[in-house]
T-cell receptor, first 117, second 116 residues
Framework: GAVVSQHPSWVICKSGTSVKIECRSL??????MFWYRQFPKQSLMLMAT?????????EQGVEKDKFLINHASLTLSTLTVTSAHPEDSSFYIC?????????????FGPGTRLTVL | AQKVTQAQTEISVVEKEDVTLDCVYE???????LFWYKQPPSGELVFLIR??????QNEISGRYSWNFQKSTSSFNFTITASQVVDSAVYFC?????????????FGSGTKLNVKP
């Protein structure tokens, strides 16, 4: 199957700093990437849908100025958590979508664990 | 309204017992996809199965089996002869083909504890 990578796999930062998380589709081109957030012992919640070359679409309640998403190429999307605070500590997972026959396959990255001190 | 409901928050079984994880979904689309994922402590989602709305055949893969019933909007997952390595959080998910660009709606997850 197709591989999606995320970098870094974990990061610890101080409150007030910005953190960038990369999501890459390694062996396929993804026109659409999705970003999810998962708090401890909770489900994955979709944050935003990112289409290559256009602005991301954010889910209700997600601050677009805080979570900046850039999808500059068909293999890379980045999520930047600006001015991170402890409440932003979470597990961030991306997924990349590729057309496979009549179905849009979606492959998930391994996740990035963010801890804000 | 919640699109995917996993009513069982946590289940504990003893090794070799069979266990069924329930999943009930809600959608207005006629074309949709249902998934099960396993999330071990490492956090990485492990794909288990995808089923489209037009295929109600039950599926068996080794110790895993899935029962899809459109009449009750359910897509249940059974592990036969459970093993300690099956301990994880299991998520059921729905993707609507025509709406929402295949966004995934995840259930709240069921944590399975298999004790030796």
């Amino acid at each position: 199957g197709a591989v999606v990578s995320q970098h870094p796999s974990w990061v610890i930062c101080k409150s007030g700093t910005s953190v960038k998380i990369e999501c890459r589709s390694l062996d396929f081109q993804a026109t659409t990437m999705f970003w999810y957030r998962q708090f401890p012992k909770q489900s994955l919640m979709l944050m935003a849908t990112s289409n290559e070359g256009s602005k991301a679409t954010y889910e209700q309640g997600v601050e677009k100025d805080k979570f900046l998403i850039n999808h500059a190429s068909l293999t890379l999307s980045t999520l930047t958590v600006t001015s991170a605070h402890p409440e932003d500590s979470s597990f961030y997972i991306c997924s990349a979508r590729v057309l496979a026959g009549t179905y849009n396959e979606q492959f998930f990255g391994p996740g990035t664990r963010l801890t804000v001190l | 309204a919640q699109k995917v409901t996993q009513a069982q928050t946590e289940i504990s079984v003893v090794e070799k017992e069979d266990v069924t994880l329930d999943c009930v979904y809600e959608t207005r689309d006629t074309t949709y996809y249902l998934f099960w994922y396993k999330q071990p402590p490492s956090g990485e989602l492990v794909f288990l199965i995808r089923r489209n709305s037009f295929d109600e055949q039950n599926e068996i893969s080794g110790r895993y089996s899935w029962n899809f019933q459109k009449s009750t909007s359910s897509f249940n997952f059974t592990i036969t002869a459970s093993q300690v390595v099956d301990s994880a959080v299991y998520f059921c998910a729905l993707s609507e083909a025509l709406r929402s660009f295949n966004k995934f709606y995840f259930g709240s997850g069921t944590k399975l504890n298999v004790k030796p």
